[in-house]
């Protein structure tokens, strides 16, 4: 090999080197990066905007939780009320994850009420019956009698509701969001219970919520 190729062959490598140590840095931290906190869900992070976000919605669940339990149909009630959960309406201008809010005041509710409620699976119907249509069938097997079906009816139904305002000008957006819950008995129709809280934001830019 003559002396003109192997110095073409030896820059070549020294460039492929290079170019592989700038693409893996193992263990080196971008300096003008951001590094990633962690932070507890009922806090306010750098990154936020003016709508829904966790720490209102740990907020508005834990308040939700407190009023229903101290509501007298359910914290005197002679035998455990049964709840069944709407699925929460959202007229905001946000994508929200509806489910979020129903699953944590349940969550909540289970925690501290030490079985003073229970909750009807309403959302698992489907999944219920075909498994007692799987036991009268004798395709599997059942402890008690597969012919008495149990399902239980609602005592109370818990139905929730997001509303909001919007007003944008050059100067940012602000955002007013309330968020109302209600209790209310499924044989008298009467709101036995009603909890609300309000949010109000304003920023210079516009978030993006997923």
Do not use: H
Not at 117 to 143: C, I, P, W
Not at 146 to 158: C, H, I, K, S, T
Not at 179 to 184: A, D, N, P, V
């Amino acid at each position: 090999m003559n002396s003109r190729i192997r110095s073409f062959s030896c820059a070549g490598l020294a460039f492929g080197a290079l170019s592989l140590a700038g693409c893996y840095s193992p263990g080196v931290e971008n300096p003008s990066g951001v590094p990633v906190v962690e932070m507890r869900p009922d806090e306010r992070g750098f990154v936020a905007g003016t709508g829904v976000e966790s720490q209102d919605l740990v907020a508005v669940t834990d308040k939700m939780a407190r009023g229903i339990l101290g509501v007298p149909e359910i914290a005197q009630a002679k035998t455990t009320p049964r709840i069944v959960l709407d699925p929460v309406i959202n007229e905001t201008r946000f994508p929200i994850n509806k489910d979020i809010f129903n699953d944590r005041i349940v969550n909540q509710l289970m925690e501290r009420a030490g079985g003073k409620v229970r909750f009807l699976a309403r959302d698992r119907m489907k999944a219920l019956e075909r498994e007692n249509e799987l036991k009268r069938s004798g395709q599997v097997t059942a402890s008690s009698d597969p012919n008495v079906v149990e399902f239980r009816g609602a005592d109370y139904f818990l139905t929730g509701k997001l509303q909001g305002l919007t007003t944008r000008t050059s100067q940012g957006t602000s955002d007013y969001v309330m968020y109302s819950f209600e209790l209310i008995d499924a044989r008298t129709s009467e709101i036995v219970w009603r909890g609300s809280s309000e949010i109000k934001k304003q920023g210079l830019e516009d978030a993006a919520y997923r």
